[in-house]
């Protein structure tokens, strides 16, 4: 027989060890994880981040502001001369970019019924894109399916840099380039290069349910590698001018991170997710400058 004492301890004993089984049943609490380089005295935390995300997108970004405490600068990917917006505004009013014929009469029938099923599932009419080149109508069209499904682009790292500035971290861009030589190379490409970079921002369009994939594995700690994509690789073959921008790009970002490594403390990287990871991405610039990677860490 128990007396009431040691039944009150028996059974906390039971509720406690049914607390720790459930525990361990349950998932550990997951974030993003990172890359680690150090150099004597230096060290830099890169954080690759998706481009893609719902619009109000949760992840747990406390050991990013961990990180932000006391870092000497928060390296962030290399800036436009000029604000993005402009740039944007540029590419809607370049003149070279408009076309006589209405968009569509001008697709052979398995490119305009692709580009037709998308505009027609964001509940837009042909009018729209009607007097833009091929490419230039697969930027807007990219533009207005994003906002039609409540997705943003670029999110993530903006909310990193958000948290940088709470914290009273400067930034420090990886460099700059020029925007406006992509609108002219987009001007003179012919109407088959045309067709070839639309084709790319409607396949690009059509991979959104697997990047968002991406985004939320992402926000549990785990990485998908981003393999060479033969859509893109087609346009970059038609339109090397934004080829040699995403390298010049890529190359900047690797370089910032190496440098850092030169000055002692500890410096905070976010670069985009994909670029990080891809073939000849910023992780294997950083290794070909004899840095070691690590394996994703916390």
Not at 5 to 34: E, F, H
Request: proline share 7%.
């Amino acid at each position: 027989m128990l007396f009431p004492n040691q039944r009150t301890a028996r059974g906390a004993r039971v509720l406690a060890l049914a607390a720790a089984l459930l525990c361990a049943a349950l998932p550990a609490k997951s974030a993003p994880t990172w890359w680690h380089f150090t150099s004597g005295r230096s060290e830099v935390w890169l954080i690759g981040a998706p481009n893609l995300t719902p619009k109000d997108f949760n992840w747990d970004s406390h050991v990013v502001e961990q990180r932000l405490k006391g870092a000497n600068a928060l390296i962030i990917e290399p800036q436009t001369k000029g604000s993005l917006q402009m740039v944007g505004d540029l590419f809607g009013a370049a003149k070279g970019l408009r076309s006589d014929a209405p968009l569509e009469t001008t697709l052979p029938p398995p490119l305009r019924q692709h580009f037709q099923a998308i505009r027609t599932s964001i509940g837009q009419g042909p009018g729209k894109y009607a007097g833009w080149k091929a490419a230039a109508a697969g930027f807007f069209l990219t533009n207005d399916y994003l906002k039609a499904q409540n997705l943003e682009a670029g999110q993530t790292i903006k909310d990193v840099r958000r948290m940088a500035r709470s914290a009273g971290v400067h930034e420090q861009p990886s460099g700059s380039y020029e925007g406006i030589p992509i609108i002219a190379a987009a001007e003179r490409l012919n109407t088959a290069g045309q067709q070839t970079c639309l084709a790319a921002f409607l396949h690009d369009i059509d991979q959104t349910p697997a990047r968002l994939r991406v985004a939320q594995d992402w926000s549990r700690g785990i990485i998908h590698p981003n393999p060479t994509d033969p859509a893109d690789q087609a346009c970059f073959t038609v339109m090397p001018q934004v080829k040699n921008l995403n390298d010049h790009v890529i190359g900047s970002e690797a370089d910032a991170v190496v440098d850092a490594l030169k000055r002692p403390g500890r410096s905070v990287a976010v670069f985009d997710l994909g670029a990080t990871v891809m073939p000849g991405g910023i992780l294997d610039r950083i290794r070909a400058h004899g840095v070691a990677v690590s394996a994703p860490v916390p």
